[in-house]
Every structure is written in C-alpha cells, then in structure tokens.
C-alpha cells in the first residue's frame, strides 16, 4: 500500500483517523501499532515476521544495554548492532556479495530468490540509533514492548523514512497532543506531498521512463533528447521522494508526532557538500552522527572518514554497484571541494551574483550526471547514456526528435517542478502575505489546497502510478 493510491486515501486512512480519534490515551497507541502492522502486511504478509524480530532484537538488547555494565555492555551492543545489520545483509546484499565473489574468483555460489522487505534499510536504522543512544545515554531505555515497537513500525515513515531518531518523538510516544492547527497543518503538508507524487513526479518519470527504456536502447536517442531525459529524472526522484516525505511528516502531524524536516530545496545548493546538507536530511544526519564522528570526524583522518561514509551511502541505497560508484561520484566533488576550502581559507557561501549563479550551475551539473549513474540499471548503460549526453554516440538516424516526448502537459510541468525547486515560490508567498489581509490569504490557501488536492486525486484515478522510487531501499 502507498500512500498515493485509491486504497490508502478512501479506505486505509480514513478508518485510521476515526478509530484513532474513537480512542482515548494508550488506547491510541494499541490502534496505531495494530493499523501500522496492517500497512507493512497489507503487500508483503509473509515477512511481517521480520518487522517483528527487528523490534525484538533492539528491545531485548536495549533492555540488556541498560542492565550491564563495562564490556558485558559493549558485547551486548555489538551483539545488537550485529543481529541488526545481519538480517539487513541477508536480504539486501546476500545475492550480491556472493555474486561479486562469483564474478572475481569464479566460484559458483548458488544464489537465492530473496525478495526484499520494503522499508527494510529505514526501520533497521532506525533501531540501530536507538540502540546505539541507549547505550550513549542519550535517551532513556524503553521499558514497554509495545513503545518500541510503535516506534519502529509506525505507518507514516516505515517504508521510505524520514529517518526518526527515538530522542525526537520519545516523549510523544507516551503522550502527545493533537490540536486543530496542528492537524490542519498535518492534512496540508500531506496534500502538498501528495501533488508532488502525483502530479510532478509521475509526470516527470513518464517522460523519464520512456526516454531511459525505449525499445531501441539509450543509443538511438539524440544528445538533447538525453539530456531531457537525464533532467527529468533528476526532477522526479526529488519530487518522489521529498512527496512522500511531507506525506510522512502530514500523516505525523494528524497524530501529533512531530518528524523532522528530509528536504530543504536541494537544488539551489552551490557545492555538493550543501547539496548533501538538503537532501536526505536524515540519512546525512545518521551517517555523521553514527559513523563520520564516532570515526574521528574532522579530528583526524578526515578523507578516510568520508570515503568510508559514501562508500555506505552508496550501498545503503542498493546492492549494485552502480550505487556504491554513485557514493563515490559525491565523494570525489566534496574532497575537491574540501580541499579548495582548506588552500583558498574561504567558505562555501558568497554574495556574488556572478559566484553563486556558476556554483549552482555546476553543482547542478554534477547532480545530474550523478543521478545517471544512479538510474541506470548496469554501469555499461550509465557509460551508453552519458556518451549519448555527450554527443559521444549518435545514432545514424534518429527514430524520433525530442517533440516525439514533449507535449504541452509535460512542457508545462517540467517548468513547474523547475520553479518549485527554487527558492521563488517561498518568496512569492512572503510578497503575497504582506500584501493582503490574513482572511484572503487564508481563504485563497485552503482554496487552492482542495484544487490541487483534487487534480491530484484525479491524476491516481486515472491510472498514472509510479511506485516510489526509495520503496527499493
């Protein structure tokens, strides 16, 4: 089930809010957690199991952690953190491991049909961190099965994060207060998700998907009919998944949990290194905060450090190579940029118009080609597609121009994506609150939310669904 969909917006949800409503303290915890196991079940009911010895292993050795001290504690921990990363490899990296070792020794492991568990890379980080600030003694351990498990599995960000650490919502766990701003706050955060998915990203892989898996190969595409591809992507992974996070934080909201931002408009940044501060927010968090400090951080070996979080960075997001080549591709751009730093003593940010305008051309530029590298299903294809961008490879006679994938609507919403990624809108909105009474900004808000919600809700019913792209990882 996603949150995009028939089932989730006419069914699933609204039964969720009445009962949740129905029901008063703990009550409303027991029906969350009931309702949340359904959401994971509802597509995958055979590995609810796994969901449920995750919440297992963090509560039992959180409880252990707690009760020990000196190296029982650390042996516990490291026990935790093993069992938590093991049933991660098993179904993630078990096919691929063994497979690499095929590929350079060549052996002949047998592999598996194992399918993945969706959401399986968020809710197992999730109950490292909390595992591992149990045994910092940044956060209390929780007594209560049931309190760990409603963290773990708790419907909103299950499946394709943000990344909630326990220390954020700890207290709501236990109690919360929902009151109607805060709701009405959650219904339009979610709307605003909502058409992001719907009507930006689904477009935007339309177009994506025809141009990357036509018939004829990347090869018979023309350099610009590649670029157009390559920017639409970029386009739909950020409204993909920046959609389903305001979804999340929306549906957090309704029941009074307070979720961490995941995105803060990316695309203006001008170095990757800003790039990787907007985007995935809580993942870059959990990387600094669990590996990059604990390794030394900026105190010592600090290039080692990076290399070992992208390198991870890369994996967290598939068992590919192309992915772990991805991690490596950010990496390569914030050395270069650490080190122009350290030798130029300036920092990241500049007030010239001139500066600026060159460092989010070309950060936008290695984004780009980055997520080529991110989106092509083998390495030799991402090679085929950036030579085709190039102008490297040209097709003796090309089946189609770049108009074969452009109609009005599509023009018209690559242009809207493209505004909504920049930081105009907020500015515009700023103007137009200081311009008009508190009434008719209201008024042309909550007007303007039911169109979108309803163009939206026209476009799922049509049929033009795109499963979310991090559902994968």
């Not at 020794?105 to 109950?127: A, D, K, M, N, Y």
């Not at 300036?346 to 600026?356: A, I, P, R, T, Y």
């Not at 780009?368 to 190039?390: E, H, K, S």
């Not at 109609?407 to 919403?413: D, E, P, V």
Request: glycine content about 8%.
């Amino acid at each position: 089930m996603i949150f995009s969909s028939n089932s989730f917006l006419f069914i699933f949800l609204p039964i969720t809010l009445l009962g949740y409503y129905a029901f008063r303290g703990r009550q409303r915890n027991y029906w969350l957690l009931f309702v949340s196991l359904i959401f994971f079940g509802w597509s995958q009911p055979g590995y609810l199991w796994i969901i449920l010895l995750s919440i297992l292993i963090n509560y039992t050795f959180a409880r252990l952690v707690d009760r020990t001290t000196g190296r029982g504690r650390v042996a516990f921990l490291v026990a935790g953190v093993v069992s938590n990363l093991a049933l991660l490899f098993y179904f993630k990296y078990f096919n691929f491991f063994f497979g690499s070792i095929d590929t350079v020794l060549g052996t002949h492991f047998s592999g598996r049909e194992i399918i993945l568990p969706i959401g399986i890379s968020f809710f197992t980080f999730q109950g490292l961190s909390y595992l591992i600030d149990v045994y910092r003694g940044d956060v209390p351990v929780q007594k209560n099965l049931l309190n760990i498990a409603l963290y773990i599995v708790l419907f909103p960000q299950l499946i394709a994060g943000p990344i909630v650490r326990y220390s954020d919502i700890s207290r709501e766990i236990d109690s919360r207060i929902v009151d109607p701003e805060l709701f009405a706050g959650g219904v339009q955060r979610f709307i605003i998700g909502l058409a992001k998915k719907a009507i930006l990203a689904n477009t935007m892989a339309s177009l994506a998907d025809g141009i990357w898996d036509r018939a004829g190969g990347v090869t018979q595409n023309t350099w610009l009919i590649a670029w157009v591809g390559s920017i639409a992507y970029t386009l739909q992974i950020y409204y993909d998944f920046s959609g389903y996070s305001d979804m999340a934080i929306g549906l957090g909201r309704m029941f009074g949990f307070h979720f961490a931002e995941n995105f803060n408009l990316p695309y203006i940044s001008k170095s990757i290194s800003e790039f990787w501060r907007r985007w995935h927010i809580s993942l870059s968090g959990w990387f600094r905060d669990y590996v990059y400090i604990p390794l030394g951080g900026n105190r010592k070996r600090v290039y080692l450090n990076l290399t070992i979080v992208f390198l991870l960075t890369g994996a967290w997001h598939g068992a590919a190579w192309h992915f772990v080549l991805w991690g490596l591709w950010n990496l390569i751009f914030i050395l270069v940029e650490r080190v122009v730093r350290t030798h130029s003593g300036k920092k990241d940010s500049s007030h010239n118009l001139v500066k600026n305008t060159v460092a989010r051309i070309y950060t936008l530029f290695v984004v780009n080609l980055g997520w080529v590298l991110f989106r092509a299903p083998t390495l030799r294809a991402c090679l085929d597609y950036i030579r085709t961008m190039f102008g490297i490879s040209r097709p003796a006679e090309p089946d189609f121009t770049v108009f074969w994938y452009l109609n009005r609507w599509t023009i018209l919403i690559m242009i809207i994506s493209v505004f909504f990624s920049s930081e105009l809108p907020e500015k515009i909105k700023n103007c137009i609150k200081d311009r008009v009474s508190v009434s008719v900004y209201a008024s042309v808000k909550y007007v303007t939310l039911i169109l979108i919600f309803a163009l939206s809700v026209i476009r799922i019913v049509s049929g033009t669904y795109n499963p979310f792209i991090y559902f994968q990882f």
